[in-house]
């Protein structure tokens, strides 16, 4: 520490300011402040904290900040699913802080999941100083680019010095990286030093200028365009994948495909089907990609549909021209089928680009198509022998206006897919599809609702138990969960492990646990619901408090056998 | 696939064999299947996988192999962490099979633990292959070099191809490279191609050849043990830390501590506090450490003493020899008072380095001390309101000889560190102390109790609820849990945090949650337990049949008193 007091005292000597001598843990906590504020006035408004010791500069200097909300969550990778909830309900960075060691590697799952996903996060990672690190001091690793390529930009901070006018800056540059050019996580370690609990309540600090960042949008090069909007002639057709689009893009969306008679084919994640109703977008685009309709080109937006239909469709047409629009560098085309890679933002590409409207013939034979799916569904949903494709279609049309509603992978989200169709007002629909894993589910879901009040969190079995540390946040949120409880890992029975005599063991992985008994533990309701709309009914009463279960048996074998039946029936329509 | 079979073509042209055509998985699961046969006569024999798609070719040829054991673990994370338990108990490596994406970065908070603690694991990640990456398929992210520098080699295997001669002569090196020379994670990430699962039972693989792989012990220089022998004279001490030395190394040390009259300060996961009683070690070397008796000469094996009064007492003789010897480049000085590094084997090196007996009154002072800390800890101990402290210490003496304890992070194990002294007979102590998270701790518990039968794992409450998930797997196994529920982080009251007007909320972080209800809804028996007596006998009642809990309050101000108390008696009786 002596060689750092006389660095900082150079720098006193310079800017004629005197370090506070009284309380050596000041200068910890005065660093800790500057950034936390500087995070602050580039926009932070959420923290997500785990206890530590030697985190205390950030933790308090979070607690004390008045502008900043801090949650306090004991399990680290709960804390960062749940701040992943946040950051995509509220659409800005919410920091995470927590201890040095393996504390932090607890985060690696939200962080990889924010990365592929594209969500903003700081990961403040406390850790001890230089001179404590390789010599076998306790809970110390080297926690330098711990995420790898997992994160937009890794910062190793010097240990506090008492020179801290940089860091509001450097706080805004670092928010203004975990935004653009693509949104992410930003890992800033902070090296603290003991004594690491300031005496007292330190006075206002001084506040430093910082930059505002202000970030533009990519504009489609005009060229490109021109040539784009010469292929889009004869029948065409709109897929948005598993991103939510925002309401601009939406709308631009929406306008585009009315101009082109293109029927959309729109994720349960995209925004578009649980809005504001529009003919162009199909209720049931799985169904509908089931039946190949031949297109002449396909504009594709966001991610890789949820379900293997709509990407086996643009597989079957390779060679016909399909554009890819994303405003960043990935592009969802796992199957190489696109012509085209656009990189601008979507709603400013619908609202430039041009085309041929399709014959009206084209759109009216996929949505006769669309139509009979939605009667084979509400068929398969209709008797009150409970199954995910039922309980989801008959919750999502009965949820009030603008609830928000998690859906967990991996069987859970598929359901939606297949059998929701499109509610009849708009939902906010937040599901976990950048690596699509059955971690952090409830703890995002968690954070949504702590984000956007009273919501919905439906979940499978195994979900919920690999998530079971966020029942210790439940109470706290105004979160109802539906557990469709199909005893293990019911996407299996869809995939070819199931004729494996080792399928039960290691694919379902069936879990003997009771959770009304969880519930209890955690002094949650619990609700058994033994019909369809008993479950869809206890979610709606129990929607305004939050912190209850409605738990659903689901036999595996009707449902396989109701999904079997559905698409069978769905492939009877034409389409043309 | 085109060019990859290509390639297979080839390779068959030269070997003569012909790929089985009739089933195209086939060539997927004679690659995982090899792989897993070299690992298994590299020594491998168990294997802890979690449930998957991709990752289906290597769990099924663990599954059918005849020497591996696999359990399946729903969460990564927990099956990381038990995996490490077994490793720990058994000394050899343990494999993790786990599907593509975020699933494995759940098993990044116990490899930087196995990391940090040198425990060998193979980490086996499935992959999507080349042609599934950066084009926004599903559950695809870069795996590569994912936990950076926390693991020993980090190996991308290519997709499968029909040349497999070569895997078992891999997995020996891998094996090797996990063991020498300093144990620790290697993660082989290995692509897959669908079709994922084979078509009935393939026919027993060809076996190809391995190199055995032996490793020798590294002996000390002559030279260094000559000077180093030149320097034992005098008031010496030895002190180990928490590393748990093995048979010949303790018989080692305790022979060395008898020729030169050198008490031993050996922490609780030494592996010497808990073997045969020998006078020459201290039962609370924490207590006389304290006291700071001027040693003339320290001798150091292990990692950082669990509790900073052994550090505080080495580091107040600054400038006295102090040799540090481990067998491998981590040595741990965080206080740099280390006069000397020495690489060598710890047996060997007690074995052939001498020096000068020190005069009998120097251990004789030292002795005196502890046997006052030891009187004084029984007092403290003596009443049945339960607190840490009392709990361990006679838990620990009255468990039956050779049962294997796993002690929590982060104030359990420093209570048993101040109070357990030494058992009246063997046991296996197991901690978490390379990194002293309070993550995966009954996870880790649960691979010692698989590996080793009826084990007891003492935890505090945060500890305990950290790794909530571990619950689901302790039906199947023989562990009984003392749940010591503090209401929090017990350890923030020995610390400068418990000042804080914050402390309660951000620090102490109490959990509002039912050990009972828990219980019921895994099918777990539980006892609550009002007295100190009453936890540690029905500790021993449920011993045999494990899948227990045995829950006792404590009021932390009465914890905090107690210890304080006992530090003060301590300081009364002079070392000299």
């Known amino acids: 520490m002596g060689r750092n007091r006389t660095e900082a005292d150079d720098v006193f000597r310079h800017s004629g300011r005197r370090p506070d001598v009284s309380d050596p ?71 995470l802080i927590a201890t040095s060691g393996s504390a932090i590697a607890n985060w690696a799952p939200a962080v990889v999941e924010a990365d592929s996903a594209r969500v903003p996060l700081l990961l403040l990672s406390a850790d001890r100083p230089p001179e404590l690190h390789d010599c076998g001091a306790n809970q110390t690793m080297d926690q330098s680019a711990l995420f790898g390529v997992h994160v937009r930009a890794f910062h190793a901070l010097p240990p506090p010095e ?22 992410g996580p930003v890992h800033v370690n902070v090296p603290l030093r003991e004594p690491l609990t300031p005496a007292g309540a330190p006075p206002a600090p001084e506040v430093f200028a910082a930059p505002l960042v202000a970030t533009g949008r990519l504009a489609p ?3 490109v365009v021109e040539q784009v909007s010469d292929l889009l002639v004869g029948d065409g057709v709109i897929v948005c994948g598993p991103e939510n689009l925002g309401g601009e893009a939406r709308a631009a969306v929406i306008g585009l495909a009315r101009r082109l008679g293109a029927p959309v084919f729109a994720d349960v994640l995209s925004g578009l089907r649980f ?34 239909a709509t990407s086996d469709f643009l597989r079957g047409r390779r060679g016909a021209t399909q554009i890819v629009v994303s405003d960043c560098a990935r592009f969802a085309d796992p199957d190489r089928t696109a012509t085209h890679l656009i990189q601008a933002d979507p709603a400013l590409f619908c609202a430039h680009v041009r085309g041929r409207p399709a014959p009206p013939a084209w759109a009216q034979g996929l949505l006769k198509c669309d139509k009979a799916a939605a009667g084979a569904a509400e068929a398969a949903c209709a008797d009150e022998t409970p199954f ?27 359901s939606a897919e297949w059998f929701s169709g499109r509610a009849s007002c708009a939902l906010k629909i937040f599901g976990n599809r950048g690596l699509s894993g059955i971690d952090g589910n409830l703890s995002t879901a968690l954070g949504v609702a702590r984000a956007l009040g009273p919501a919905v969190a439906v979940l499978g079995d195994l979900a919920f138990l690999h998530d079971l540390n966020a029942l210790a946040l439940m109470r706290a949120q ?27 063991r290691a694919w379902i992985t069936p879990q003997a646990y009771d959770p009304a008994a969880l519930a209890k533990a955690f002094g949650l309701r619990y609700i058994a619901a033994e019909t369809t709309s008993a479950a869809v009914a206890a979610v709606l009463a129990n929607l305004a ?32």
């Open 275 to 308: 809005c504001a109703s529009d003919a162009a977008i199909l209720a049931h685009p799985d169904a509908v990609a089931r039946k190949n309709p031949p297109f002449d080109w396909a504009l594709r937006f966001g991610g890789t549909p949820v379900c293997r």
């Open 478 to 504: 105004e979160l109802t969960v539906l557990l469709l409880d199909n005893r293990g890992g019911g996407i299996f029975d869809h995939l070819a492990q199931a004729a494996l005599p080792e399928f039960e």
């Open 162 to 183: 008492a020179r801290i006018d940089w860091l509001a800056a450097f706080a805004a540059r670092v928010v203004a990286a975990s935004r653009f050019p693509m949104p």
């Open 388 to 414: 995910e494709g039922a309980l989801l279609r008959r919750l999502l049309s009965a949820l009030p206006e603008q609830t928000p509603v998690f859906l967990a992978n991996s069987l859970t989200i598929r």
């Open 221 to 223: 090069d005009p060229v």
């Open 25 to 95: 843990a000041r200068l910890g906590y005065d660093w800790a402040r500057a950034l936390l504020d500087g995070f602050a006035r580039a926009g932070l408004r959420r923290v997500v904290a785990s206890p530590g010791s030697r985190s205390t500069p950030l933790t308090l200097a979070a607690l004390r900040h008045p502008d900043l909300d801090v949650q306090m969550i004991v399990d680290e990778r709960s804390a960062a699913f749940f701040a992943l909830g946040l950051a995509k309900a509220e659409n800005r960075p919410v920091a």
């Open 545 to 576: 408090g939050g912190g209850a279960i409605v738990h659903v048996a689901i036999d595996r074998a009707f449902s396989l056998s109701r999904c079997k039946d559905f698409f069978a029936s769905c492939q009877k329509e034409s389409c043309s």
